[in-house]
Nanobody, 126 residues
Framework: QLQLVESGGGLVQPGGSLRLSCAAA????????IAWFRQAPGKEREGISC????????RYADSVKDRFTISRDNAKDAGYLEMVSLKSEDTAVYYC???????????????????WGQGMQVTVSS
């Protein structure tokens, strides 16, 4: 069974940092695009970042650009999202997802991704 296991979410104060992780179980990630999405209460799910299989291409939503950094370690079958300067509006459930096709060039679009993690809460609050 192909699964993505997320970790690293939690409660953080405004201006703080978190590092989210996404690990593959049952398959290897080296041929997959990795993306991160989030869904805030009462809002639609938003694609915030993606990284190509070889790591050379990355894309970011304007809302997180210059604050979030996506990366991957294919040797560990893992992807990461480093988040700094967190704001209250970053509060959401965060999901990682992967796609077997090289789709990151057009940004993280939900319809491109077939395997999803279970989601984890990130709350930015004082």
């Amino acid at each position: 069974q192909l699964q993505l296991v997320e970790s690293g979410g939690g409660l953080v104060q405004p201006g703080g940092s978190l590092r989210l992780s996404c690990a593959a179980a049952g398959f290897t990630l080296d041929l997959y695009v990795i993306a991160w999405f989030r869904q805030a209460p009462g809002k639609e799910r938003e694609g915030i970042s993606c990284i190509s299989a070889n790591g050379f291409t990355t894309r970011y939503a304007d809302s997180v650009k210059d604050r979030f950094t996506i990366s991957r370690d294919n040797a560990k079958d893992a992807g990461y999202l480093e988040m700094v300067s967190l704001k209250s509006e970053d509060t959401a459930v965060y999901y990682c997802a992967v796609s077997p096709g090289e789709v990151c060039f057009r940004g993280p679009l939900e319809e491109d991704y077939r395997i999803w993690g279970q989601g984890m809460q990130v709350t930015v609050s004082s």
